[in-house]
């Protein structure tokens, strides 16, 4: 993700500070159109007046600067409203995206079953698309605190890809964890992409919860910044969501990959937040290139194991998707019909196979943590060990 990619007219700030902020914009002349509170996380968010910002990047660094300069160097917490993505698909960009596209599925050849109740009373999260009603997730456990979070299929006929990665994700931790509740959030659009703040404010819908979950899946993210920190935000949100809740997170498809964009801000050894922040269980997928060989990457799962595939084929993860006549693939994949299932690769369905794994370990007296530990006893999950490819 780019890290200019960014709402032009919106900070974010430290919550007890807003009023020290909206002091200096008044100083500088720059109008405020309005403003936004989060209590939960102590943040805020401040949206400038006018169609003059097309970046925020120069009003961020003389606030930086004044505070600076009056304050011996002091800066409050100051930042973008940076713009995050669903983590399947080419991550960042590749040459042809259409290699990145689900391929569809039949119900036999997916031969997808949720079976037993493990998982039982474990509450597991979930951050992304909306979710739409599958045959195959009948009787599952799925609450849905926004009530639009399911759609019938015949709401509508068109989609685009994107939009069948909640119900993808869905399955996969239903494939672990079959008797568990899934706490079901959306905050991706249609496109797979949402802002940060739009995603804090959903954690801090989780982090409010009288019952909370006890592991919280994220298959989204957001690429390094210039100065190679992860937005302030969304580690805000994290390092106080993860004292609670144990956060799995994707890693990203950033590793050796050919026709990565020349970004000279993002490169295969670049972090992808929140998987890097400490505390975030970050999840790669075993022996795939596209998956970063990095030291914050904590685990990988083998797809190889969940579901029968050829040796030399690459690793893909298969559940359920979208019944739709036409879904709209990335750029160069035109349109194709899907009847409910389909196969896909992505570090986000290996976040949600670590998720759906750790909630079937989780038993009374047993912590998140505890249950992390179990997963590399003859588990599809191995604990990632760095760096993978060795020189000489």
């Known amino acids: 993700m780019n890290s200019d990619q960014a709402e032009p007219d919106s900070l974010v700030v430290d919550l007890t500070e807003i009023a020290a902020v909206l002091r200096v914009l008044e100083e500088l002349a720059i109008a405020v159109d309005s403003t936004e509170e989060l209590p939960a996380f102590d943040l805020g968010l401040v949206r400038l007046a006018g169609e003059e910002f097309a970046d925020v990047d120069p009003v961020l660094a003389e606030l930086r600067a004044r505070f600076a300069g009056r304050c011996a160097g002091w800066t409050p917490l100051l ?15 590749t040459k042809s995206m259409s290699l990145w596209d689900p391929v569809a599925l039949d119900e036999s050849t997916a031969a997808l079953t949720f079976d037993g109740d493990a998982g039982d009373g474990v509450r597991v999260g979930l951050l992304d698309t909306r979710i739409y009603r599958h045959p195959g997730l009948a009787g599952r456990h799925i609450e849905t605190p926004d009530d639009t979070t399911l759609f019938d299929k015949d709401a509508k006929t068109s989609y685009s890809v994107e939009e069948g990665h909640g119900v993808f994700t869905a399955g996969l931790i239903f494939g672990q964890a079959p008797g568990a509740t899934l706490v079901a959030r959306h905050v991706l659009r249609e496109d797979g992409k949402a802002f940060a703040w739009d995603v804090v404010k959903k954690l801090a819908e989780f982090f409010d919860d009288e019952h909370r979950v006890d592991v919280l899946v994220l298959a989204s993210g957001c690429r390094n910044t210039l100065d190679g920190n992860p ?5 805000r949100a994290i390092e106080r969501l993860s004292a609670h809740v144990l956060v799995v997170a994707a890693a990203g498809n950033h590793g050796a990959l050919e026709g990565m964009t020349s970004d000279a801000h993002i490169t295969r050894n670049s972090a992808t937040w929140p998987a890097a922040l400490p505390r975030v269980v970050a999840v790669g997928v075993t022996d795939a290139d596209y998956s970063p060989d990095l030291p914050w990457v904590t685990c990988t799962v083998d797809p ?4 029968a595939q050829d040796d030399d084929s690459p690793p893909v993860f298969v559940s359920t998707y979208l019944d739709a006549p036409e879904v709209h693939m990335h750029e160069l994949g035109g ?8 196969s896909w690769v992505g570090t986000s369905g290996a976040a949600a196979v670590v998720g759906g794994a750790v909630a079937a370990r989780i038993t009374p007296g047993t912590t998140a943590e505890q249950a992390l530990t179990k997963l590399y006893e003859g588990s599809v999950v191995q604990p990632y060990v760095w760096p993978r490819h060795k020189s000489g």
């Open 79 to 93: 930042g973008k409203n940076r713009r995050m993505a669903s983590v399947f698909g080419a991550y960042p960009q």
């Open 231 to 235: 937005p302030a935000i969304i580690h």
């Open 304 to 307: 190889k194991q969940l579901h």
């Open 335 to 342: 349109i194709k019909e899907f009847t409910g299932y389909a």
